[in-house]
């Protein structure tokens, strides 16, 4: 079992070259569908090769590898292997038992070439940007040097591949993450087949370089297929371009639904308010006349952004509410809130259905049930708490495949706010039941127009006043 923490990963993205902000950069990833940094699907597919270490020098035949779903940073991955009718070899990329990726090849006895040479310095590390329409036309080169050192340290297992071989497949993230599409891409398949050798692949190309171009571009996938080559090498990778993520309504916008003055005099924390479901809730309160302060975990410009929009009525706090700080305690209650928001959210994968996740249960007990018990009696301690919300989901009801543990999460929460607005009648507790909404997590299921939220959310806020 192999467990590719943050410091693996930063070294793989130097090894290839790719560093899009999904696989390094943890705001960014955070803001994705996968809630997570990602490996790299190239790395996936030299550590599946490992497992296949040959004795002798080998080089690659043939190879597909395809990505079903994200492996996230720090989940463990074992390897399952097998040795097909064809004579291939298949190497499947489980976590928790469930398949994330495969790798079907070929390896064939030949040369390792110790003469491809190390990849150049790496100046810019800032991925492209690409629309569909933009990297539907994009050609051009890269280098498929590498760092022999780095790669003996981190993949010991193929000191026998090809270096030839092992600098393109590195060439081909690096295309995907950093060149075409970039920063949106996500990467579905790469198969790899052996050609007549082409003395230069590239007119003026050196023997150090591979070209790449896009053969054809369906529009109603957003799928491209990324044709990539060396001398005696084809490459074919297949690569979604991902939307960003979507935008939430303005508060222009929000102030066209909410009367001015409905929440005046409230002081109100919103608990997850720098992005999504929380900065909207943020927006509702602010245009009712309320003050408010928005917590936030680890993404400070996206707080300062909302802080920035909501004007002087807003401001920001960091606050863990799996890792709770005295000083954060204190600064969320240093104004006698009236009203506390909860909005804190971790991941939501969907699991196979049928399966039970029980350290995904405990992460979300961790937010939903103990984070919102320890923040309901650090409230109540500070003598001014009026009402809370803690929007639960409409999967309690519901219970779709592969949600378990979050709808049981949910339920738990909604028990402990009854009985809390029981003991505490003055301090009432709503937990609304929201349907599936548009946000960062859900925008590849559901779309990007976020605009059906406000009517959710702002009748949610306007409970706390009945």
Known sequence: MIVVDRGRQDSFARLSGDFSPLHVDDAHARRSQFGNRVVHGVHLVLLALEQLAEPGAWRIDTLDAQFRSAVLVDEPIEFLTETLASGERRVTVRVGGVARSTVVVRLVPGRTDPTVPAAPTIGDTTAATLSFAEAAAVSGRTWSGFDHELARRMFPGLASCSAVDLGAILAATRVVGMRCPGERALFRRLRWERADPVPHVVDGAAGDEVEFHVATADPRFALLTIAIATADLRLT?????????PAQPSLADVRLVVDPGSFAGWRAVVVGGSRGLGELAAKVLVAGGADVVVTFRSGSVEADAVVAELGPAASAVQYDALAPTEAGRAALIAGAPTHLLHFASPSIPKRPAGSWDPALFADFVGVYVTGLSELLSLFDSSGALQGVLYPSSTYVDERPGGFAEYAAAKAMAEELGAAWSR??????????????LVTDQTAARLGSDTSGNIGVVADAVKSLLD
Request: glycine share 4%; charged share 25%.
């Open 237 to 245: 990778a297949e690569v979604i371009v991902r939307e960003p993520p």
């Open 423 to 436: 003991l505490r009648p003055g301090q009432r507790v709503v937990t609304p039941r929201f349907p599936p």
